[in-house]
Nanobody, 120 residues
């Protein structure tokens, strides 16, 4: 079993910054891609950013130039630095990870989510 624990959310004024963290623990052989998604009230969950084990990144157009995803493979942790936050960035932010188990199986896991609220 694998657990993903997010932290770093909160309430911030427009133009502010937050750094989100997500640490994976449990029966992990390796982790392929790790990513951040968000879900605003009444909307579907959407991709924010993803990073491969080799460090390649991809971002939603709405956050390019403002958000930066990074990871520490030794700590099985992924980060999301969010700058120049806007009210439309408000939502619950979820991390996920594609985990390779010692059995060889590859499964996707999700964290419980952390709330980000940006006031205008």
């Amino acid at each position: 079993q694998v657990q993903l624990v997010e932290s770093g959310g909160g309430l911030v004024q427009a133009g502010g910054s937050l750094r989100l963290s997500c640490a994976a623990s449990g029966s992990i052989f390796s982790i392929n891609a790790m990513g951040w998604y968000r879900q605003a009230p009444g909307k579907q969950r959407e991709l924010v950013a993803v990073i491969t084990s080799g460090g390649s990144t991809n971002y939603a157009d709405s956050v390019k130039g403002r958000f930066t995803i990074s990871r520490d493979n030794a700590k099985n942790t992924v980060y999301l630095q969010t700058n120049s936050l806007k009210p439309e960035d408000t939502g619950v932010y979820y991390c996920n990870a594609d985990v390779r188990h010692f059995s060889g199986s590859l499964l996707k896991y999700w964290g419980q989510g952390t709330q980000v609220t940006v006031s205008s």
